[in-house]
């Protein structure tokens, strides 16, 4: 099967935080899709080695932030490269709380706050299917 046509799809870049009371954890993720408008709903994909997918289990609420082409590269060195489990991605980044989530705005296009309905195993990524809550 030839799966050059995969690379032709077009992703935007997304800015994914969430805690479970205890520790703080986010990433950067390409996948964010509108599933509803009515009572709306989105999904997010996110590997299952990354230790975000863990917390976010925990907790079952997120902020996803939508990056735009202005982003401090800071914030993508910290979020696309080091792991929430061993470091505090947060340290020195401006966030704002909502939710008791910390929400990065600073150099965003908007974000979202969201609570998870289902989970979808899809091998080596777990969907979060949630509704918007702000």
């Known amino acids: 099967m030839d799966l050059s046509s995969l690379e032709d799809i077009s992703y935007g870049m997304y800015l994914i935080t969430t805690s479970n009371g205890k520790e703080d954890a986010g990433c950067i993720i390409n996948t964010l899709t509108q599933i509803t408008s009515k009572n709306p709903i989105v999904s997010v994909s ?5 230790y975000t997918n863990k ?39 401006n966030y704002e709380l909502d939710n008791k989530i910390k929400v990065i705005t600073d150099n965003m296009c908007s974000y979202l706050t969201c609570e998870v309905l289902n989970i979808i195993d ?5 969907i979060f299917i949630a509704r918007v809550e702000s």
């Open 55 to 93: 917390i976010l289990k925990e907790s079952n609420k997120f902020a996803v932030s939508i990056i735009s082409e202005n982003i401090d590269p800071q914030v993508i060195s910290k979020f696309g490269y080091l792991s929430s489990e061993k470091e505090n991605k947060f340290e020195n980044i």
């Open 46 to 50: 996110i590997n299952k080695n990354n």
């Open 122 to 126: 899809a091998e080596t990524h777990d």
